[in-house]
């Protein structure tokens, strides 16, 4: 079979990316897109997304055309994608699948992309002309494999190849009127975000979270809590009463909480998806680890502190505390967070 990824060397070449469906898996793929626009420079990039990533793909400067694709988690939505594929036919050259989901491999098979690639999974005979086999001892990284899929199948498998960061683009207008409409300041800021879609398993207490808020105001730094409607209530419990502090959970869209979290000298947060953007947006990351692995999916930043316990039990990768007790986060101590962000100015300073 003819590697895709050996066609269009010479420029002009037609690609479209079938992207993931959470914040931080979006992220990771910028490195895709880098990578794909270094190799390839005349071609043409296009995202086929869902569509609260919209406002994400229009921080990449390697994105040509953001494509939504509105099925609700869960659903088929067989209408839509069909929908979707119509409007694609005749336009791309190849198409490279990230999800390993039967479904997501759809869009590009109806719309008749004649190189369609991606992982083996869920039966996707046919609808892929390009399956590769998944080895996880080689692409150990989220990141790796979403890069391996853009390269000849040859280089893929040795996994030793580069993996450039992801930098989204600020919007510095935008953080002035944040600023002046949610009456933050200039000064010295540490984000915080509590939240982490996967589950409690990965989430730093929230005690936490309030007593590292306190002793940072009272060291006279602003703290901003960030999040999705879900997360309100964290953000309350860490802000609420706290002068100095600000609950922004619920408050700002995704496209905002770039330029938030740009704005920031450091943040706080559990391996989630705002962490991968702070990461991308160049501020210095404290990164806390429960039930997940840094090895997996770290923060693509050379400006980060890993915060891991790597107790006995750990990761498991689970949702929820199989054991109850939750150790691997609860025993990283707001003193240690504490001295990580004032040495973290240090760092900082000498940069």
């Known amino acids: 079979m003819i590697d895709s990824a050996a066609q269009g060397g010479e420029g002009g070449e037609r690609i479209l990316v079938v992207g993931p469906s959470w914040v931080g898996d979006m992220v990771m793929a910028q490195s895709l897109?880098?990578?794909?626009?270094?190799?390839?420079?005349?071609?043409?990039?296009?995202?086929?997304?869902?569509?609260?990533?919209?406002?994400?793909?229009?921080?990449?400067?390697?994105?040509?055309?953001?494509?939504?694709?509105?099925?609700?988690?869960?659903?088929?939505?067989?209408?839509?994608?069909?929908?979707?594929?119509?409007?694609?036919?005749?336009?791309?050259?190849?198409?490279?699948?990230?999800?390993?989901?039967?479904?997501?491999?759809?869009?590009?098979?109806?719309?008749?992309?004649?190189?369609?690639?991606g992982f083996h999974g869920e039966q996707r005979f046919g609808l892929l002309n390009q399956r590769r086999r998944l080895d996880k001892r080689v692409l150990d990284q989220t990141v790796k494999r979403f890069v391996s899929l853009g390269l000849a199948a040859d280089e893929a498998a040795t996994g030793s190849f580069a993996i450039p960061q992801p930098r989204l683009e600020v919007d510095a207008a935008n953080q002035v009127d944040l600023r002046e409409r949610l009456g933050l300041s200039s000064g010295p800021t540490i984000g915080m975000m509590p939240g982490a879609e996967y589950g409690p398993a990965k989430q730093w207490p929230l005690e936490h979270f309030r007593v590292l808020a306190e002793r940072l105001v009272a060291d006279g730094f602003e703290v901003r809590v960030l999040g999705g409607p879900k997360d309100v209530e964290a953000g309350d419990a860490i802000a609420e009463g706290l002068e100095g502090a600000h609950n922004l959970c619920g408050r700002t869209r995704l496209a905002d909480a770039v330029d938030l979290l740009a704005d920031c000298e450091q943040v706080v947060t559990n391996d989630s998806?705002?962490?991968?953007?702070?990461?991308?947006?160049?501020?210095?990351?404290?990164?806390?680890?429960?039930?997940?692995?840094?090895?997996?999916?770290?923060?693509?930043?050379?400006?980060?502190?890993?915060?891991?316990?790597?107790?006995?039990c750990s990761p498991c990768f689970e949702r929820v505390c199989p054991l109850g007790h939750t150790r691997c986060l609860t025993e990283i101590t707001p003193q240690r967070l504490l001295q990580a962000i004032l040495a973290g100015r240090a760092t900082i300073a000498k940069a």
């Open 273 to 312: 998806g705002l962490m991968h953007v702070a990461a991308a947006v160049g501020t210095r990351v404290q990164a806390i680890y429960g039930s997940s692995s840094p090895a997996y999916t770290p923060p693509l930043t050379d400006n980060a502190e890993i915060h891991y316990l790597a107790v006995e």
């Open 33 to 117: 897109l880098m990578t794909l626009r270094a190799r390839h420079p005349g071609c043409t990039l296009a995202v086929v997304a869902p569509g609260w990533s919209l406002p994400i793909l229009e921080r990449m400067p390697e994105v040509d055309e953001a494509i939504a694709l509105d099925v609700a988690h869960g659903q088929f939505g067989w209408s839509v994608r069909r929908e979707v594929a119509r409007g694609l036919r005749g336009r791309f050259d190849r198409a490279i699948v990230l999800p390993r989901s039967w479904k997501s491999a759809l869009v590009p098979f109806l719309a008749g992309i004649p190189y369609r690639v």
